[in-house]
């Protein structure tokens, strides 16, 4: 895992088209703002997690 401080407004980039860019920092929770291609799927960790078991769900009915 790559940690970095970054301040408000500063912006770290992935890869050559993806940038991620701190929003605001308000006490323990930090905002921030994803600029990349849309064909690339952002979401937080517990919508992702939702995602890939409805997708498994799909695939073992469709295995049936």
Known sequence: ???LSRKRG???IIG?????TIV????D???L???GPSDV????????????KEH????ELQCS
Do not use: C, N, W, Y
């Open 1 to 3: 895992m790559l940690v």
């Open 10 to 12: 500063e912006t770290i």
């Open 16 to 20: 050559s088209d993806i940038e991620v």
């Open 24 to 27: 605001e920092i308000r006490g």
């Open 29 to 31: 929770k930090v905002k």
């Open 33 to 35: 703002g994803f600029v």
């Open 41 to 52: 799927p952002i979401h937080r960790e517990e919508v992702f997690r939702r995602i890939q």
């Open 56 to 59: 498994a769900g799909v695939a």
